[in-house]
């Protein structure tokens, strides 16, 4: 494996100008193409020739679809396999399985249960690895959030973001983001599901202003954006638990009034109108979800680039 090889693991391992420089250049990828049949290659195909592995554990929508139509408008390929129609983990270990997959594509995107699972297949592996969701973190859409507030609010460093409900794995993508991209973050999460206490940690020693309250009021108080996501995520089995701890953590108008008067409200979606969020709120004004899942696909083509060279 080669010692300049890069990866897309998460924030915390990447330096703060390559983030940013992927931000910018999907920013300049979407603009490029706004014209264009969403089918259509980008004039200069950057890609071409290349191939990029999908593979699937956890059921997905917008990380399957971006990553496909991202690597076809760059002019490559992609080859989808999910975890049951292969020996990731079973018949065969992570590490020769990685060894293999690095003889015949270009790059790997593994939408995984275990980080660990991740971490282990891109350190055995020849090629890039791109982290598309673990039990860990979620960084590829972390790239499409800080693209939306840019593009709503204008840059990010010195902002205020809220993350409110469970301390999941998003919400740890935001905890890095902080420290990287130098915005204020404070999270409103129960004690019964606290964001990962050791992330908070790593970014407070970076310097990050990241704060962690039970109080969602406390937590979105004059916020420039308000993010939420869904109570119960895939693989979680105390769904009943989790409704009734996070009920209070819902953003409806009420909460969202406590914000900054034009405060954005995010939403990494699926959403389920009438739990964590309220109908007004994810359907109004102020709500960017759909521009958000949008992005993921501008910001997925940005990290290939990155991946690939580009920038």
């Not at 953003?251 to 979606?269: G, R």
């Amino acid at each position: 494996m080669s010692a300049n090889l890069r990866h897309f693991l998460d924030f915390k391992s990447l330096a703060s100008a390559d983030l940013r420089a992927m931000v910018d250049y999907a920013k300049v990828r979407k603009d490029a193409r706004r014209f264009s049949p969403k089918g259509a290659p980008d004039v200069d195909a950057p890609l071409a020739g290349r191939t990029l592995a999908m593979i699937f554990e956890k059921t997905s929508t917008r990380t399957r679809m971006s990553f496909d139509m991202g690597m076809r408008q760059l002019g490559g390929n992609t080859i989808v396999i999910n975890a049951g129609d292969m020996q990731l983990g079973k018949g065969e270990t992570i590490e020769d399985t990685a060894k293999v997959i690095s003889r015949y594509v270009d790059m790997v995107m593994i939408r995984a249960n275990s980080h660990a699972e991740v971490q282990a297949f891109a350190a055995a592996s020849d090629i890039p690895v791109i982290n598309g969701l673990t039990d860990y973190n979620h960084p590829c859409q972390l790239m499409a959030d800080i693209m939306v507030f840019e593009e709503h609010r204008g840059p990010i460093e010195g902002k205020h973001i809220a993350w409110v409900g469970d301390g999941n794995n998003v919400s740890t993508s935001w905890v890095e983001a902080a420290a990287k991209f130098s915005f204020k973050l404070t999270l409103g999460c129960p004690k019964d599901f606290a964001p990962n206490q050791e992330i908070l940690d790593w970014a407070v020693s970076e310097g990050a202003d990241v704060s962690w309250t039970t109080d969602p009021a406390e937590a979105v108080k004059n916020a420039d954006a308000v993010n939420a996501d869904t109570f119960v995520s895939m693989g979680d089995k105390d769904s009943a638990l989790r409704l009734k701890v996070l009920a209070p953590y819902q953003v409806n108008s009420q909460l969202m009034s406590l914000a900054a008067k034009d405060a954005l409200f995010m939403h990494c979606l699926p959403a389920y109108r009438g739990i964590e969020v309220s109908a007004d709120v994810i359907d109004g004004g102020a709500s960017v979800v759909f521009d958000e899942a949008e992005n993921r696909l501008h910001a997925q083509k940005a990290v290939l680039a990155w991946l690939g060279g580009l920038l």
